[in-house]
């Protein structure tokens, strides 16, 4: 529930790997090689099978495996991630956890950021507003949805009968049809109504299984959810990452930023931390060079 609590639970490495085993084997350990279920620590570390006398990790094949830092380490960047209503920057966590160097704490942000991306999850569905929005600095050139030197993000967000739901984001290339209709196929429930304006790039979305409803124009604000949530999003950018986000990556900062918002509710950081250690476990092992544009 809180820093104390979290600082107990994971004073040592020793329960931080017993807190991995009891995630990952939640009905108790079973041996790869022969499913004997009984198994002691090694000095090592290593889970030794009693029976036939396999050796394996609990970090192996997960997004901390072969890593030479404690897990100790990485579980006090994960906890501090989660713990921070708006999140930390790169320098934030080298300061923080005293790492040796701004790149390391950059790599391990984004491998964090991998984890936040649920499985499975369940796409938007009912009454959701969808539009784009542009991130990046003032350039002179050309304006509107063709705006050049800036990188084209689109919006989703739930319409619930008291405020909003979930939201989704990503970057796409261009405001076609072809691209728009990509994303709301791959985020949104069919038979869902989809709100807009009137570009005409959302013609032809009853074609792919939705209902489509043009918002009134009469207003000052057409859309206004989709527009608060690229506001939040700009300023959280601006804010906690003083904007210096490389358009190559600026998908790692969407996805940390709806994890975040679709969580906002959340009471409990520890069950937060909990869903990135679980995630962190089924989740294969990230080089640093796998990391676009290292």
């Known amino acids: 529930m ?71 380490v990485y579980f006090r960047a994960i906890w501090w991630i989660v713990a921070q209503k708006n999140g930390v920057s790169a320098s934030g966590i080298m300061r923080i956890l005293g790492l040796g160097s701004y790149h390391t704490a950059w790599k391990w942000l984004h491998k964090f950021r991998r984890l936040m991306i649920i499985p499975g999850r369940e796409k938007l569905s009912g009454k959701v507003e969808v539009d784009e929005t542009f991130i990046g600095g003032s ?22 009968e008291i405020g909003t739901g979930r939201i989704r984001l990503g970057t796409i290339p261009d405001a076609s049809n072809k691209s728009l209709k990509k994303f709301i196929v791959k985020n949104i429930e069919k038979d869902s109504c989809i709100v807009t304006d009137g570009w005409k790039s959302y013609k032809g979305i009853t074609n792919e299984g939705y209902k489509h409803e043009i918002a009134d ?78």
Not at 63 to 72: A, D, E, G, R
Not at 141 to 159: C, D, F, P, S
Not at 260 to 265: E, P, V, Y
Request: overall charge positive.
């Open 2 to 72: 809180n820093q104390m609590e979290f600082e107990k639970m994971f004073s040592d490495e020793q329960k931080c790997l017993e807190y991995l085993i009891k995630l990952r084997w939640p009905d108790g350990f079973i041996c790869p090689r022969c499913k004997h279920k009984n198994y002691w620590l090694t000095k090592r570390n290593q889970m030794m099978c009693k029976k036939c006398q396999n050796q394996t990790t609990p970090t192996v094949n997960t997004i901390f495996h072969k890593s030479k830092k404690p897990l100790t």
């Open 139 to 160: 350039k002179s050139g050309k304006r509107g949805r063709g705006a050049a030197g800036k990188t084209l993000i689109i919006v989703a967000v739930e319409l619930k």
């Open 217 to 294: 124009n009469s207003g000052e604000d057409v859309l206004p959810n989709v527009h608060r949530i690229a506001a939040l999003l700009k300023r959280w950018l601006l804010g906690t990452h003083q904007n210096y986000v490389n358009e190559s990556y600026l998908s790692y900062y969407l996805d940390e930023f709806t994890f975040r918002h679709n969580r906002r509710k959340s009471k409990s950081r520890g069950l937060l931390f909990e869903t990135l250690i679980k995630q962190a476990i089924i989740h294969k092992p990230i080089k640093g060079a796998e990391l676009k544009g290292i």
